[in-house]
T-cell receptor, first 113, second 113 residues
Framework: AQSVTQPDIHITVSEGASLELRCNYS??????LFWYVQSPGQGLQLLLK??????LVQGIKGFEAEFKRSQSSFNLRKPSVHWSDAAEYFC???????????FGKGTSLLVTP | KAGVTQTPRYLIKTRGQQVTLSCSPI?????VSWYQQTPGQGLQFLFE???????NKGNFPGRFSGRQFSNSRSEMNVSTLELGDSALYLC????????????FGEGSRLTVL
């Protein structure tokens, strides 16, 4: 069965500092991996996705993520965080059976001045 | 291009009642997925419809059902409501090919009293 673990429930970073959100997955085959962001009262927005190929993927809003098969990880990074990045971040894994994504419990990001 | 529209945005029901939620996907999108979001369980996949056919189904009781119309609009129904059904119900649409890019609506917030 596929599953996703986001070890950090809350993370606080200072504006301008770098950010790394952790994601570990469990999936028998090659996974399809995603990062979504949810602002308060909003739906989810796709930041980036990995299907195959280059293990470092670039997304919107200056985010990137690196797929590491040996560590079963897909961590999200941003070199310099902006106050507007404060939101809930979800890592998700999917297979080839359609759109049944399996989401992690999310990491809440707080950005301090 | 209009986004995914969900109605109603907020609703309050009592135990035992039933509820119907509506989702209008982005024009041209043929796949509609539904997710339940709660603080305890996080985001859980309910079902996905493609061209009026249920293509995937999550692990929810039969009280949860859905359908898709020929214009790709979708509805989900929950019968015999329980307190635990209180949640944000998110609809997501996509073109239909498996790219993983789901476009989410802002959700319908259901409170069961």
């Amino acid at each position: 069965a596929q599953s996703v673990t986001q070890p950090d429930i809350h993370i606080t970073v200072s504006e301008g500092a770098s950010l790394e959100l952790r994601c570990n997955y469990s999936y028998g085959a090659t996974p399809y991996l995603f990062w979504y962001v949810q602002s308060p009262g909003q739906g989810l927005q796709l930041l980036l996705k990995y299907f195959s190929g280059d293990t470092l993927v670039q997304g919107i809003k200056g985010f990137e993520a690196e797929f590491k098969r040996s560590q079963s990880s897909f961590n999200l990074r941003k070199p310099s965080v902006h106050w507007s990045d404060a939101a809930e971040y979800f890592c998700a894994v999917g297979g080839n059976s359609g759109y049944a994504l399996n989401f992690g419990k999310g990491t809440s990001l707080l950005v301090t001045p | 291009k209009a986004g995914v529209t969900q109605t109603p945005r907020y609703l309050i029901k009592t135990r035992g009642q039933q509820v119907t939620l509506s989702c209008s996907p982005i024009s041209g999108h043929r796949s509609v997925s539904w997710y339940q979001q709660t603080p305890g369980q996080g985001l859980q996949f309910l079902f996905e419809y493609f061209s009026e056919t249920q293509r995937n189904k999550g692990n929810f009781p039969g009280r949860f059902s859905g359908r898709q119309f020929s214009n790709s609009r979708s509805e989900m129904n929950v019968s015999t409501l329980e307190l635990g059904d209180s949640a944000l119900y998110l609809c997501a649409s996509s073109l239909g090919q498996y790219t993983g890019e789901l476009f989410f609506g802002e959700g319908s917030r259901l409170t069961v009293l």
